[in-house]
């Protein structure tokens, strides 16, 4: 039967294959999630962020090396007193339908963000006011901020622009959302070709893209296939139509593909973790024993070594942000003894097996592995754990409230910005509560009070001091299971060139900066 299924499914693909002689590039990319919106004002997860970058830009983006540089803005400049920065707008860069790119539409996109108060608002809502964004001149806005946040440049790279003027409005429908939902007005190097919700997504590419198109032979077109069967993606392979993989394949499906006479499997190393969520506040796993029995009994080289390649994690942030990592933080143990002599000084150790949910992803082949180890292991030391597989868009309807969130979880969590703050205060702050990213309901007001102490300090190194001391904090406490930060493995056309892995989520599918290197 599930052969059947997968042949269905491909035979309702039509990607053209990727490139041959003097045709466009065209490429399929397999994506394991919806897409649930475009609305630049409320993307979310890693596959909406994967349609944002290339439909939209912002004042600012990000390079490989983490570095916040110019797109919209050709320059900023910040006050003294760090309140006030002035962006400089580049000349000459349109929208996707030719029209310029003034200040006013940054104003605009600002407030917008602001006012429907999803996606990405929580990082800048307690920081900017109605008038807090202004605009002296066609090109140069003016951000005024309520209070000093010393990682703001990093987040600049989420102000992504809208074409105020192409916007379509209605009397209940303000900012046009029902418009946006549907169709990109941005100043991106792509625009939406088709989309059909559920399933694909294409993109076509902007050859008046401001930014300029200097390969030789661009990407033309981007065809977004929404599944997570392998035998389907393993199929657009062996039909040379798959430029890019998802990096959430099994390890059967690379293997597979790296056999094939046109492909690859490349790697990079990420600062994304593989996390086991804990709702800190609902038993057990309210009880820090609890927590620190769980940690302990993950087999941490199998998973690693064996279901899901990474590299250790020794706590909440990877070790690419090396200056604000601990130097005497050490990689968790797998130890049985341990964890059972752990449970034991939990209060509720002596009235039987001690129940636990544990959810995953469902269909997601290595979660489910990494699931029944788990159950395996802890069962064997006094716990009684229910496996729950659940949809992608469910496990995040269950996150909106602690009492809906299960009792541990696994996710991917990737900076949605480059700097540690992106990990810290999303995941663990009490006011970023209530999304998957933030599962473990920490709700601490000594964690909740160094991460607004980090936030104000300008000086890096004493910064980097606070950033330690959250961490060593969170490890203490055992707020979550860091299972391994994430190597980035993909099948790839030998052909594409030009990937490299960036330290915000989804930025490194930012396909103008890749090429096709055959004829």
Known sequence: MKKLLAATALAGLTALPAAAGGEKVAITVNAVQIFGTIDPAKINDYTEYMAAVNLYDALTTVDAAGNVVPQLAESWDISDDSLTYTFHLKKGATFSDGSPVEAQDIVYSIRRLLAINEGPAYLFSDLLGDESVTAPDTSMVVIKLNKVYAPFISITPLLLAVNEGAVQTGEDDPWGETFLAEAPEGAGPYTLASWDRGAQMTLARNETYHGGWPNQRPVDEVRFVVTRDEATV????????????????????????????????????????????????????????????????MDYATIRDVIYPGAPMRGPLSDVFAAAVPSDATAPD????????????????????????????????????????????????????????????????????????????????????????????VQYASGASGNWASMDWVQDPA?????????????????????????????????????????????????????????????????????????
């Open 234 to 297: 393993r199929a657009l392979a062996q039909r040379g139509e798959l430029g890019m993989s998802s990096a959430y394949q099994a390890s059967e499906t690379y293997e597979g593909i790296a056999k094939l006479e046109d492909y690859e499997i490349r790697t990079a190393p990420t600062a994304t973790g593989f996390y086991i969520k804990l709702n800190n506040q609902v038993a057990p796993t309210d009880d820090v024993h609890v927590r620190r029995a769980i940690a302990m009994a």
């Open 334 to 425: 797998f130890d049985l003894a341990a964890a059972q002599a752990e449970l034991a000084k939990s209060k509720y150790a002596g009235n039987g097996p001690v129940p636990l949910t544990h959810t995953y992803v469902s269909k997601t082949a290595f979660e489910e592995e990494i699931g029944l180890l788990l159950k395996s292991t802890l069962d064997a030391i006094g716990f009684d754990v229910t496996i729950q597989p659940e949809p992608w868009n469910r496990i995040t309807e269950l996150a909106a409230t602690v009492e809906a969130t299960p009792h541990s979880t696994q996710v991917f969590y990737g900076p949605t910005y480059p700097s540690p703050d992106s990990v810290f205060y």
């Open 447 to 519: 964690i909740d009070q160094m991460i607004a102490d980090s936030r104000a300090e300008t000086d890096t190194e004493k910064r980097n001091g606070i950033y330690q001391d959250i961490y060593r904090k969170l490890v203490e406490d055992q707020r979550s299971v860091w299972l391994l930060a994430q190597e980035r493995r993909f099948a790839s056309h030998k052909c594409l060139k030009g990937y490299e892995w960036v330290p915000m989520q989804s930025w490194d599918y930012d396909f103008s900066r890749m090429s096709w290197s055959c004829e």
